[in-house]
T-cell receptor, first 112, second 115 residues
Framework: EPEVTQTPSHQVTQMGQEVILRCVPISNHLYFYWYRQILGQKVEFLVSFYNNEISEKSEIFDDQFSVERPDGSNFTLKIRSTKLEDSAMYFC??????????FGSGTRLTVV | SQQGEEDPQALSIQEGENATMNCSYKTSINNLQWYRQNSGRGLVHLILIRSNEREKHSGRLRVTLDTSKKSSSLLITASRAADTASYFCATDTNAGGTSYGKLTFGQGTILTVHP
C-alpha cells in the first residue's frame, strides 16, 4: 500500500529557529496538503498545493510559513521563526483527486 | 456547533458490540470523510461519502449521510479491541475548481473497546 512518508518523526527546536518539515507524497498524487494538530485540539488545515503553487491556505498559514516542492518527490513545510505555539503534530497528506486523502504519520514539533 | 462536530465525545463498549458515532456540520458539503487515529499516530482514511450518496459500506463500517439534517453517522459492527482509537469526521466544502483539500475536522470521538 503506497504511503506518505514524513521526516523527522519528532523535532525539537529552540524558539526563533527555522524548521523544515519534510514529506514524500505518493508518487502519482497531484495534490498536497499540510495540516496540524495541537495537542488535545482538532486537526486544522494549513495549506493545499497543486501545480506548483498554493491553491488555498488558512489564516494560520501566515508569512512565517512557506511550502515548496523542490523536486519531483519532496514536499516541505518551512516555519521561519518558530514560536512556542507552533508546537503541534504536523501532518502531510496527498491525493490524486478530490477523494480520500492519504495522510503521513506526522512530525511532532516541539518548540522550547 | 461547529462544522464537523462528533458525538459522543467518548464511547466505551465491549468487544462484539456495535459502535455508533455521529457527526453534525453546518454548511453545504461536497463530501464527508471519516478518519481514524490511534493515540499519537497518523490519520487513516476510512471511508468517503459524497453529498449525493445516502449510505456506504466498507467491511464492518457503515456510513450514512443525511444532508437535510446535515449529519452523518459511522457504525462499526462487531467491534474488536483493535478498533480502539479516535474517530474523526471531516467535511470537504470546496465548491470545485482548483481549490482542494481544505478538510474541516471535528473534535473526534474516543472509542474504547474492552476485550
Amino acid at each position: 500500500e503506497p504511503e506518505v512518508t514524513q521526516t523527522p518523526s519528532h523535532q525539537v527546536t529552540q524558539m526563533g529557529q527555522e524548521v523544515i518539515l519534510r514529506c514524500v507524497p505518493i508518487s502519482n498524487h497531484l495534490y498536497f496538503y499540510w495540516y496540524r494538530q495541537i495537542l488535545g485540539q482538532k486537526v486544522e488545515f494549513l495549506v493545499s498545493f497543486y501545480n506548483n503553487e498554493i491553491s488555498e491556505k488558512s489564516e494560520i498559514f501566515d508569512d512565517q510559513f512557506s511550502v515548496e516542492r523542490p523536486d519531483g518527490s519532496n514536499f516541505t513545510l518551512k516555519i521561519r521563526s518558530t514560536k512556542l505555539e507552533d508546537s503541534a503534530m504536523y501532518f502531510c497528506a496527498s491525493s490524486r483527486d478530490r477523494g480520500g486523502y492519504t495522510f503521513g504519520s506526522g512530525t511532532r514539533l516541539t518548540v522550547v | 456547533s461547529q462544522q464537523g462536530e462528533e458525538d459522543p465525545q467518548a464511547l466505551s463498549i465491549q468487544e462484539g458490540e456495535n459502535a455508533t458515532m455521529n457527526c453534525s456540520y453546518k454548511t453545504s458539503i461536497n463530501n464527508l470523510q471519516w478518519y481514524r487515529q490511534n493515540s499519537g499516530r497518523g490519520l487513516v482514511h476510512l471511508i468517503l461519502i459524497r453529498s449525493n450518496e445516502r449510505e456506504k459500506h466498507s467491511g464492518r463500517l457503515r456510513v450514512t449521510l443525511d444532508t437535510s439534517k446535515k449529519s452523518s453517522s459511522l457504525l462499526i459492527t462487531a467491534s474488536r479491541a483493535a478498533d480502539t482509537a479516535s474517530y474523526f469526521c471531516a467535511t470537504d466544502t470546496n465548491a470545485g475548481g482548483t481549490s482542494y483539500g481544505k478538510l474541516t475536522f471535528g473534535q473526534g470521538t474516543i472509542l474504547t473497546v474492552h476485550p
